[in-house]
Antibody, heavy 124, light 109 residues
Framework: EVQLVESGGGLVQPGGSLRLSCLASGFTYTTSWMAWVRQAPGKGLEWMANINEDGNEKFYVDSVGGRFTISRDNGKNSLYLQMSSLRADDTAVYYC?????????????????WGKGTTVTVSS | SFELTQPPSVSVSPGQTAKITCSGDALPKKYLHWYQKKSGQAPVLVIFEDTKRPSGIPERFSASTSGTMATLTISGAQVDDEAAYYCFSTDTSGHHWGLFGGGTNLTVL
């Protein structure tokens, strides 16, 4: 069964840091682009960041660039999101996601597998 | 910048046809995908690459594109289809960025 399981969410104070993890199983992780998507309370889905198969290409939405870092460990079938300088508006459910490339270069893609999400609350 | 615009809400009675639109200047050049999102659950892909339906998605879900507008159609909407629907596409500037539309809350009542 194809599965993504997030962990690491919790309550953190403004300005603090948190590291989210995602364990992938049931598919060939090493040949998949991966991504993080979040949804703040009462808000829509927000694509945040993605990373290519070997981890040497990373892209971020403007609102988190410089504060968040996406990374992966292909030996552990794991994806990570290191979050720092957290703000109240980073409060959200964070989803780990697998990208399916619609083109060889992966400039066209969609998310075909989602984790159940992990909740991050930034509050004092 | 690249934007996808959806109406905030659509309401239909059970059995009626629901149409949810998504507009964006880049749509003629990029694939458009649709997700269903229910509260407390992970999103579900209901349409990919403009018009294709994943296995397991009911045939009542279909989609079309015309120029800068895409439409998700739910024929014979059911109460269970009540959810938020998001369109999704990718950036045209050469970066591997994704973008969701603002979402449309579908009420089937």
């Amino acid at each position: 069964e194809v599965q993504l399981v997030e962990s690491g969410g919790g309550l953190v104070q403004p300005g603090g840091s948190l590291r989210l993890s995602c364990l992938a199983s049931g598919f060939t992780y090493t040949t998949s682009w991966m991504a993080w998507v979040r949804q703040a309370p009462g808000k829509g889905l927000e694509w945040m960041a993605n990373i290519n198969e070997d981890g040497n290409e990373k892209f971020y939405v403007d609102s988190v660039g410089g504060r968040f870092t996406i990374s992966r460990d292909n030996g552990k079938n794991s994806l990570y999101l290191q979050m720092s300088s957290l703000r109240a508006d980073d409060t959200a459910v964070y989803y780990c996601a697998r990208q399916h490339c619609s083109s060889p270069s992966c400039y066209d893609f969609y998310i075909d597998v989602w984790g159940k999400g992990t909740t991050v609350t930034v509050s004092s | 910048s690249f934007e996808l615009t959806q109406p905030p809400s659509v309401s239909v009675s059970p059995g009626q046809t629901a149409k949810i639109t998504c507009s964006g200047d880049a749509l003629p050049k990029k694939y458009l995908h649709w997700y269903q999102k229910k509260s407390g659950q992970a999103p579900v892909l209901v349409i990919f690459e403009d018009t294709k339906r994943p296995s397991g998605i009911p045939e009542r879900f279909s989609a079309s594109t015309s120029g800068t507008m895409a439409t998700l159609t739910i024929s014979g909407a059911q109460v269970d289809d009540e959810a938020a629907y998001y369109c999704f596409s990718t950036d045209t500037s050469g970066h591997h960025w994704g973008l969701f539309g603002g979402g449309t809350n579908l009420t089937v009542l």
